[in-house]
């Protein structure tokens, strides 16, 4: 199954991706798009940004693609990641899982989500309104939870 | 080999590599995180927590306990919070 994994600073267009999954496609009868996009925490943030490691984010990311492929009958995929400074509003990650029918597309989509929070080698830190660089934002226990439950 | 560092940790050693000479007798990633928090103030600040400190071994996710004899890069990072 072809899919695509990106990671790059500029932002991405998700209904562009989406026609790119399905174009000329008569297979697929389910899309499921997720997009993370960046919130401003009651106006606080003027940015975050992600660090990533160049290299293993690919790796590790084609490799919870591959794990979604084994375990649900998916017929495209489209995973990108961004890195650098992203402001309140744009996206930082967006995932598409294209299957025959909705199940599988679905609770792909919420496993890869799942496992790139906890896997894939970025960390955001924030950058606040009044010009100072915030804290590195701390993992969240609920997100291991998160991705535990698929084991 | 070549060691790798990111986010705070990469900010509490103040470097984002380097390459170093690990003694014989050094084998595994909880045995190299020993070792470098001996070398200085800063490593032992980036490493102060056990368990806290992730690692990887040529790209791919390891645990304390792996095998480091034969790895090209290691990388040291906080727990990851990308999506």
Redesign the interface.
């Known amino acids: 199954m072809a899919h695509t994994i990106r990671i790059q600073a500029e932002p991405f267009d998700a209904a562009a991706e989406t026609a790119a999954l399905t174009d000329g496609r008569a297979d697929i009868g389910a899309v499921v798009a997720f997009t993370?996009l960046c919130r401003d925490e009651d106006g606080r943030l003027a940015a975050l940004e992600?660090?990533?490691?160049a290299?293993?984010a690919e790796?590790?990311i084609g490799r919870i693609a591959a794990q979604a492929q084994t375990r649900w009958n998916l017929l495209g995929l489209t995973i990108i990641?961004r890195f650098g400074k992203i402001v309140p509003g744009e996206g930082?990650?967006l995932v598409l899982t294209a299957s025959a029918s909705r199940q599988a597309a679905f609770e792909a989509a919420s496993f890869l989500?799942d496992y790139?929070?906890?896997?894939?080698?970025?960390?955001?830190?924030e950058h606040l309104k009044d010009g100072l660089v915030g804290a590195?934002?701390?993992?969240k226990e609920a997100?291991d939870r998160a991705a535990e439950r698929w084991r | 080999m070549k060691l790798v560092y990111f986010a705070w940790v990469r900010e509490r050693i103040g470097r984002t590599d380097e390459e170093v000479a690990v003694p014989d007798g050094i084998g595994t990633v909880a045995e190299l995180v020993r070792w470098l928090r001996g070398r200085g103030e800063e490593y032992e600040y980036a490493f102060e927590n056990e368990g806290i400190v992730r690692a990887a071994i040529d790209h791919v996710h390891v645990k304390p306990e792996a095998r480091i004899a034969g790895a090209r890069e290691i990388a040291f990072f906080p727990p990851m919070t990308g999506g």
């Not at chain 1, 896997?119 to 830190?125: D, I, L, V």
């Not at chain 1, 590195?136 to 993992?139: D, I, K, L, R, Y």
């Open positions: 993370g992600l660090e990533h490691y290299g293993m790796a590790e990641h930082i990650v989500m790139l929070k906890t896997h894939a080698p970025f960390w955001k830190r590195w934002v701390e993992a997100d």
